[in-house]
């Protein structure tokens, strides 16, 4: 009796026996990941819900009051129903005949991991769930992390904060943001911009933002004494504020 063997059909480095078309380390990714995109789902599902907040983009200014959380939960709804229908297929695939939500349906797939390691397009499903577990990643990952204002969403115009290593973040408005490209469009605008505030609120806007303790009176005398000389005064106690200058002062104030 002969055995076949074939590579593997996702690493493609090892080979196989069939029934197998995933090597053994393939299978133990596969579990893996079955057991990363479920707790990865769970949390989404609570961010649709409102349960679960996620640590955000947006959360220094907010224009003009008037929050609009409802296509964040769109989004999320979205992409749970589209991780649903991919693990359905996935498990068509291995010859299921039923199916299921996929809040029953992973821990199923979980216990039944060797008849996804012999379906016949293992090693793609297997890719697409891993691709799918790292979609959902940064809209659930709340680890507290020192964030920083890297731009102004295009959509929005929320304040958008990254911490290192981000790559994609959602912004309250559903609007999908690329962190880096963010990042390299706002230095080149950076010099330009400029924030409305009270000095009160600018002190708040510091340290929430960057962590910088300067207090009402520091600014409000830096003002007076024309230590800010792009920043002009609007009414009401408000000033318009130029951003490098206030937080270059503050770095300045905090680094003694
Ligand atoms: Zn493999
Ligand atoms: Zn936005």
């Excluded at 912004?171 to 880096?180: Q, S, Y």
Aim: aromatic share 6%.
């Amino acid at each position: 009796m002969s055995i076949t063997t074939k590579p593997c059909q996702y690493c493609g480095s090892q080979q196989v026996e069939a029934p197998w078309t995933l090597c053994q380390d393939c299978r133990r990714r596969y579990a893996k990941t079955l057991h990363q995109l479920r707790r990865n789902m769970q949390l989404l599902q609570r961010v649709a819900r409102h349960e679960y907040k996620l640590g955000e983009p947006g959360d220094g200014g907010k224009p003009s009051g008037g929050e609009a959380p409802a296509p964040v939960n769109v989004h999320a709804i979205d992409l749970l129903d589209e991780a649903e229908s991919l693990l359905q297929d996935a498990w068509c695939d291995a010859g299921a005949v039923w199916s299921d939500k996929w809040q029953r349906l992973i821990p199923r797939m979980q216990t039944h991991l060797a008849w996804l390691c012999r379906a016949h397009n293992a090693g793609r499903f297997l890719r697409q769930l891993i691709k799918m577990t790292q979609r959902i990643e940064p809209l659930v990952d709340r680890q507290p992390r020192t964030r920083r204002i890297i731009g102004v969403c295009p959509e929005c115009g929320r304040e958008v904060m990254a911490a290192k290593g981000e790559s994609l973040l959602l912004c309250k408005c559903g609007n999908p943001i690329n962190v880096a490209e963010l990042r390299e469009q706002s230095q080149a605008k950076a010099e330009t911009i400029h924030l409305t505030k009270t000095p009160a609120g600018m002190s708040e806007w510091l340290r929430e933002n960057y962590g910088y303790e300067v207090s009402r009176k520091t600014i409000t005398d830096a003002l007076r004494r024309g230590k800010l000389p792009s920043s002009k005064p609007v009414e009401n106690g408000y000033w318009e504020f130029n951003i490098r200058e206030i937080v270059s002062f503050a770095m300045s104030r905090n680094n003694r």
